[in-house]
């Protein structure tokens, strides 16, 4: 049994925009980037297993079951998502990573208890937040922002963890920190993560596995090195690019070629 | 245990602990000046030895007067302000209360309404109190009804809806106005701008419970409230059934607002000032802010009727006007001091 499974899946905000027979599947403890065009339905492919679009029967199988017949609840012990914070928030870190720990409150219960406390602690430390526990979540940068919702995402103890570009709008060396950390969750607590990314060379560099989306359906899935070769990238992106093995990692690296380079080339061959 | 002593957490909800208790004291003192003040004059230390007593005209004054008074802006003030608190979690939006929803619009026309063409039923006391509280229902359900589409409710046109709503009532309204006889003009004029001085003990006892089942029925809500504070997506993420939420939040505040306008007329500014005042102090966590906000109400309506009833006497100014002015120049000098977000 996979650990996540989509069965055809077809879904979508209307019908202007749909995915159209997606299937592929994730195993347990890998990290998956999901790539592909703008408009090319990442976002709708993650929404669908959040929850935030409604998913006909037998599309989506989370640990084996059919993830339509999750509970709002339930769904929020499996799953944790991290998209994109946009407005400020007037609360301090801490309070902000125990919101993590709603799904877990009964009804009645009006604090949290000292597990709750115990566990924010613990993911604030491991993502190196818990010095900012005090500050207010508005006053921290981009990138102790990041970090802060994935200690909240962390909190929520779910087995599977989606993020929405979480390197967008980071200098290089938070996205390094995020994307070590995030290899590290998978790697070391078992932690089952799929992400949307922009980044092709980011996405080949820390991805176990690649899908790649194209106009709603899957173009190709598997390895970095089976996905990102300049033929695919060229077809589904339409632009010209060069691939090269990374010396150190053996994984491919991608170069873009600008308008100019092309046809100087181009001019060269014909001299 | 060690993360005990650092939680910052904890330490908040001592604070929460802490200002509860002095608005506890607040409250306790504004309700015994209520019960003192007066035409009638009588001394803080008697008040209790004329309750047991029970046979002095001072009695009477508090038996019958003052203290069904004292309730009634007790429960109007806190049910206005818990309605504004519950209304600004819901649609993230600091500016929103229960007046501005077409709550208030609703309650006016349903009484003009009443006033002007209801002629054979306007005798009865609950006459103008039901039509208040079935505008006020009326514009809430009108709003609800438009704003739901099949992707369940849209926040943001709701919000707009309101507003509309609220125009279309008060246009209404004025239209009803140019044309009834000075007579109706003045008892119209006279309930919007509101009044304590409700005789009616049925109306005030009912006020006091429902705005208190609101109260209980809130905290019911305070982790989907809490969890909005991120927005309605994220909320989602947490396990919330934001729609559900959403929903029953919306129906407990237009319910206690419905209860108020109908039992005290239309008291502005409430619902906007106070939750604000007590969200600059307390942050904004619900399981402080609501009951928080509830007492702060009420108080800020005890006192705001102690001035009404004394500035002129033995003549009365309308509730509406005090609310008004003393809450916007509180309000001011509140905002020009500091900004917050949230």
Redesign the interface.
């Known amino acids: 049994m996979e650990f996540l499974e989509l069965k055809n899946a077809n879904y979508g905000y209307s019908k202007s925009f749909h995915l159209s027979n997606v299937s592929f599947s994730v195993s347990k403890g890998t990290l998956t980037g999901i790539i592909g065009p703008n408009g090319s339905g990442k976002s709708t492919l993650l929404k669908g297993i ?3 679009i409604p998913v006909l029967h037998h599309q989506v199988f989370l640990k084996g079951k059919d993830i339509s017949c999750f ?7 499996e ?3 991290v ?1 994109q914070a ?7 870190v ?2 902000y990573v ?3 720990r ?2 877990y ?1 009964k ?2 219960q ?3 208890t ?1 597990k709750d ?2 566990i924010a ?1 613990k993911y604030m430390k491991l993502t190196d937040t818990y010095h900012l ?2 500050k207010n979540f ?1 006053t921290l940068s981009g990138g102790e922002q990041q970090l802060a919702t994935i200690a909240k995402a962390l909190t ?1 103890e779910p087995s599977l963890l989606l993020l929405d570009e979480p390197t967008s709008h980071l200098d290089i060396s938070h996205q390094v920190q995020i994307l070590n950390l995030i290899r590290e969750l998978t790697h070391n607590l078992g932690l089952t993560v799929i992400m949307v990314i922009h980044d092709l060379n980011l996405a080949s560099e820390y991805c176990d596995y690649l899908v790649l989306m194209n106009k709603g359906t899957l173009y190709k899935n598997g390895s970095p090195n089976e996905v990102l070769n300049f033929k695919n990238i060229e077809e589904v992106f339409n632009t010209v690019v060069i691939t090269q093995e990374n010396p150190l990692s053996k994984k491919p690296s991608v170069f873009l070629v600008s308008n100019k380079v092309l046809t100087d080339s181009s001019k060269n061959k014909y001299k | ?1 060690r ?2 002593q650092t ?4 330490k ?2 001592q604070k929460w602990l802490l200002f509860l208790f002095i608005l506890t004291v607040l409250l306790i003192l504004s309700v015994l000046l209520s019960l003192s003040t007066g035409d009638v004059n009588i001394p803080l230390s008697g008040i209790f030895k004329i309750l047991k007593a029970k046979n002095s005209l001072k009695y009477e004054v508090l038996n019958n007067i003052r203290i069904p008074r004292t309730i009634l802006a007790f429960s109007v003030g806190g049910a206005l302000s818990l309605a504004g608190t519950l209304l600004q979690g819901v649609y993230r939006n600091p500016l929103v209360e229960p007046y501005t929803m077409g709550i208030s619009g609703g309650a006016s026309l349903g009484v003009a309404i009443c006033i002007v063409f209801g002629i054979s039923f306007k005798t009865s006391p609950l006459a103008l109190p039901f039509f208040g509280f079935l505008g006020a229902f009326g514009s809430t359900f009108l709003v609800y009804w438009l704003s739901s589409g099949k992707r369940g409710l849209n926040i943001n046109k709701m919000l707009l809806i309101g507003v509309m709503i609220s125009f279309i009532a008060s246009s209404a309204l004025l239209f009803l106005m140019s044309i009834t006889t000075v007579e109706n003009l003045q008892s119209i004029i006279f309930w919007m701008m509101g009044s304590l001085n409700q005789p009616n003990k049925l109306l005030i006892y009912t006020s006091l419970i429902t705005s208190l089942l609101g109260l209980m029925i809130s ?2 809500y ?2 989907p409230l ?2 909005l ?3 309605e ?2 909320a ?6 934001t729609g559900h939420s959403i929903k029953v939040i919306f129906i407990v505040a237009s319910f206690i607002t419905g209860i108020s306008v109908s039992a005290a007329g239309v008291i502005g500014f409430v619902g906007l000032i106070i939750p604000h005042l007590i969200r600059n102090i307390m ?3 619900y ?1 402080g802010l609501l009951l928080a906000s509830f007492i702060g109400g009420g108080i800020f309506l005890i006192l705001s009727d102690i001035l009404a009833r004394t500035i002129i006497s033995p003549m009365e100014l309308p509730i509406g006007v005090i609310t008004g002015m003393l809450g916007g120049i509180i309000f001011i000098g509140v905002l020009s001091k500091k900004l ?3």
């Open positions: 959040t929850g935030e509970s709002e609840n339930e769904r929020a012990k799953i944790a998502v998209i946009t407005e400020p928030l007037n609360m301090t801490e309070e125990l919101m993590g709603i799904p409150r009804r009645y009006l604090f949290e000292d406390f115990e602690g526990r005090g508005s929520q | 245990m993360h005990k939680s910052f957490q904890q908040m909800h905290y019911l305070v982790a809490n969890a504070r991120l927005g997506v994220k989602k993420h947490l396990g919330i059934k942050g904004s966590d399981r917050k977000p949230d």
